[in-house]
C-alpha cells in the first residue's frame, strides 16, 4: 500500500507536492500559534477594556487634589461651626448669665453695646426645652447687620432669632436693636429604673 502512494505522489510535479508540503506546514504552524496566543490575547483585551473603563471613571471623578480642598474646607466649615456651640448651663441663672457673656463679647468685638438680656419663659417642644429670652443692643446700622449676621456663630445652631425690631435710637445715627431669642436643648429624661 505504502508503495502505491509513493508511485501516486511520484506522478505528481516535484514543485506541486513542495508547495502542498509547504502550505500544510505553514497551517499547522498557525493553528498551534493561534492555540498558544488564545488565552493571553483574550486576557491583553480584558485588561485593555478595565484600562479604558478605568480611564473613564477617573476622568469623571475629577482632579483628586481639588477634592481633597474641598473636604478641608468643608472640615474648617464644620470646625467652626462645633466651635461657635454654645453650651450652656442648666440652671436658668446660670444659662443667662453665660447667653449675656457671650453676646457682650460678640458684641464688643462688632463694635455695638449690648444693652439688656432678659430671661423669658421656659416650655416643652417636642423632646426639646425651649428657653426664651429678650435681648437688647444699641449701635450703627451695618455693625449691628453685621452681628445679627454671625449670630449662629456666637450661639451656635440651638439658638432661633423669633421677633426682631429695629429703630432709630437718638440723634447720633444709633440704631436700637430688640430681639427675641429662643435656645433649644434636648430634653434630659429620668432614668429607667432609678
Request: with cysteine; charged share 20%; hydrophobic share 50%.
Amino acid at each position: 500500500m505504502m508503495e502505491r502512494i509513493l508511485a501516486a505522489l511520484a506522478k505528481f510535479d516535484s514543485r506541486l507536492l513542495l508547495g502542498t508540503m509547504f502550505l500544510i506546514a505553514c497551517l499547522l504552524a498557525f493553528e498551534s500559534w493561534v492555540l498558544v496566543l488564545a488565552k493571553p490575547f483574550a486576557q491583553y483585551r480584558q485588561l485593555a477594556a478595565t484600562r479604558a473603563s478605568l480611564a473613564t471613571l477617573l476622568r469623571a471623578t475629577g482632579n483628586p487634589s481639588g477634592e481633597l480642598g474641598q473636604l478641608a474646607a468643608e472640615l474648617k466649615q464644620l470646625s467652626g461651626r462645633l466651635t461657635g456651640e454654645l453650651s450652656l448651663p442648666r440652671a436658668q441663672d446660670q444659662m443667662a448669665a453665660a447667653l449675656m457673656l457671650a453676646l457682650d463679647r460678640s458684641a464688643d468685638r462688632s463694635g455695638i453695646m449690648l444693652t439688656g438680656v432678659k430671661p423669658g419663659t421656659r416650655r416643652q417642644v417636642q423632646e426639646f426645652e425651649e428657653v426664651a429670652f429678650d435681648v437688647s443692643a444699641r449701635g450703627k446700622y451695618l455693625p449691628l447687620c453685621a452681628w445679627l449676621m454671625n449670630f449662629e456663630h456666637t450661639l451656635g445652631q440651638d439658638a432661633t432669632v423669633t421677633e426682631f425690631q429695629m429703630r432709630a435710637a437718638d440723634a447720633d445715627r444709633q440704631v436700637a436693636l430688640t430681639l427675641k431669642v429662643a435656645l433649644y436643648r434636648p430634653l434630659q429624661l429620668p432614668l429607667a429604673g432609678k
